[in-house]
């Protein structure tokens, strides 16, 4: 594996596109990124993959790169497939790890997680591929609405919110049509609250911020679309109490889901001061209006030095990892 040499720039791969419903927003946050990485202490790579899952890379460039910055949302690359290509070729690379990346994305699997260690989440309900339940059943258990959502998703794509049996319905094989697994959860009636952690052992958290969906769903057209989709508040109103509970909740769930790096953690906060865990986002957006490095900004930590300190982490823990044994005669 190459590594810097005093006085050269330090090469970085930026992974974006990919065989994902989020394509166009990687190629948005890569942009992004790719502008405000420090030329004077880098050199780039843009490594282009197109949604077919072709990628536009020189092999020969490949093994220079010093450290890869993933920038795919959800499938192929927020979910743990990028990140062990990129662990079994012993290249460092930005954010979370296989384990965490895979965690993060399964929205079944990292409530189960948030649950035992006793970080309040929405009640829900999994339902496995070939599985059957009735609107009935499931409002006796959650109440109505509830939203239906493919377990690994992004972007709210394939996420409904239904009232009766046949909204219920449709939303299931609608969801099915994303995944092999469909989570089915209460409606929580609270503000949406999110925090962007960074860090390894020792992450920190931002100030939190708000979003204010216009007509109370944060879904794909008003996260892209529709440019009046949605209001952002940055600060939250919220207490200095209030503010301490989301920080430390969100550190506490970041490391409960095994996560490194950097990762958004989105919150509901009921009217009685309740907070759950919505979901954490391993690799939230960078888009120049994304909660993430905004949320960093506002807590004193413009992008490009957000960024040096992403790919210090990175190149951190790759060294940690390859200081652990591997032959157990060591
Ligand atoms: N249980 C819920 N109660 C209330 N609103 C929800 C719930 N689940 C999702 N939503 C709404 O749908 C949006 C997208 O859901 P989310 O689980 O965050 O999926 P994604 O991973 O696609 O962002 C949320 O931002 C919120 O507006
Ligand atoms: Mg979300």
Redesign the pocket.
Known sequence: MATKKLGKKLRIGIVFGGKSVEHEVSVVSARNIIKALDKGKYKVIPIHIKRTGNWFLDRKIFNKIDVVFPVIHGMYGEDGTIQGLLKFSGLPFVGAGVLGSAIGMD?DISKHLLKEAGIPV?K?ITLYSGEKISFKKVSEKLGSP??V?PAN???????N?VKDEKEFKKAVSEAFKYDSKVII??????R?IECSVLGNDAPIASIPGE?I?KN?????E??YIDKKGAEFKIPAGVSKETIKKIQQTAIRAFKTLNCAGMGRV?F?LKKNGDLLV??I?TIPGFTSISMYPKLWEASGIPLSKLLDKLIGLALERFKKEQKLCYNHKQ
Request: proline share 3%; charged share 30%.
């Open positions: 929205k929405a829900f509830v939203f959502k998703t992004g972007s709210s794509v394939g996420i919110k959860e209460e409606a929580i009636k609270g949406e979003i969906p109370g769903f944060y879904s794909y008003a996260k989105d509901f919505s979901e986002n």
